[in-house]
Antibody
Framework: QVQLQQSGPGLVKPSQTLSLTCAIS??????????WNWIRQSPSRGLEWLGR?????????DYAVSVKSRITINPDTSKNQFSLQLNSVTPEDTAVYYC??????????????????WGKGTTVTVSS | DIQMTQSPSSLSASVGDRVTITCRAS??????LNWYQQKPGKAPKLLIY???SLQSGVPSRFSGSGSGTDFTLTISSLQPEDFATYYC??????????FGPGTKVDIK
């Protein structure tokens, strides 16, 4: 059974860096089929995909345009986990942050992607 | 960017009712549509992927249909544990996943 365990501070000061970690059990961050994602949820923005990291013979990252200049997602193969760093935060970054696995289902020539395993969420407040 | 809308935004229903939630995409997304259930203080839970495929372990009273721009999630007989918020999500433009605004199902 795959589980994701999130950790990180719940309070970050404006202009500082938000850092969260997602530890994986039951799967590998180096999986050749899964991708490892960060999503956040706030009343004003709803559920918002932030970015992902995945391994397909080498490491790849993709980021949402809304945060692309401020975000880094890194894998850590030695600890089987991945992390989120969001720089220069403002109160608008206040949200519940989730990590999630994206898996793939093949149906003939088509590939379908879905978030099948989620962390429990971390409430992050940006305030001085 | 693909935008997702849902209707209604909320509904009240009784145990045993048949409930239908609609999701619409701003452009055709074929069958690249997932449904999630979220309860207060919890992470979303995958119910349906690829518009109509039931995720393992999800009760068969949940079903999904549709393709192109219009999709529905149906709960055939609402149970007490089904009171929650439901979200649709497009995966057509992977890796950019877009969620709908949600439909809250509460007790009548």
């Amino acid at each position: 059974q795959v589980q994701l365990q999130q950790s990180g501070p719940g309070l970050v000061k404006p202009s500082q860096t938000l850092s969260l970690t997602c530890a994986i059990s039951g799967d590998s961050v180096s999986s050749n089929s899964a991708a490892w994602n960060w999503i956040r949820q706030s009343p004003s923005r709803g559920l918002e995909w932030l970015g992902r990291t995945y391994y397909r013979s080498k490491w790849y990252n993709d980021y949402a345009v809304s945060v692309k200049s401020r975000i880094t997602i890194n894998p850590d193969t030695s600890k089987n986990q991945f992390s989120l760093q969001l720089n220069s935060v403002t109160p608008e970054d206040t949200a519940v942050y989730y990590c999630a696995r994206v898996e793939i289902a093949a149906a003939g020539p088509y590939y379908y992607y879905y978030m099948d395993v989620w962390g429990k969420g971390t409430t992050v407040t940006v305030s001085s | 960017d693909i935008q997702m809308t849902q209707s209604p935004s909320s509904l009240s229903a009784s145990v045993g009712d048949r409930v239908t939630i609609t999701c619409r995409a701003s452009q055709s997304i074929s069958s690249y549509l997932n449904w999630y259930q979220q309860k207060p203080g919890k992470a979303p839970k995958l119910l349906i992927y690829a518009a109509s495929s039931l995720q393992s372990g999800v009760p068969s009273r949940f079903s999904g249909s549709g393709s192109g721009t219009d999709f529905t999630l149906t709960i055939s007989s609402l149970q007490p544990e089904d009171f929650a918020t439901y979200y649709c999500q497009q995966s057509y433009s992977t890796p950019i996943f877009t969620f709908g605004p949600g439909t809250k199902v509460d007790i009548k």
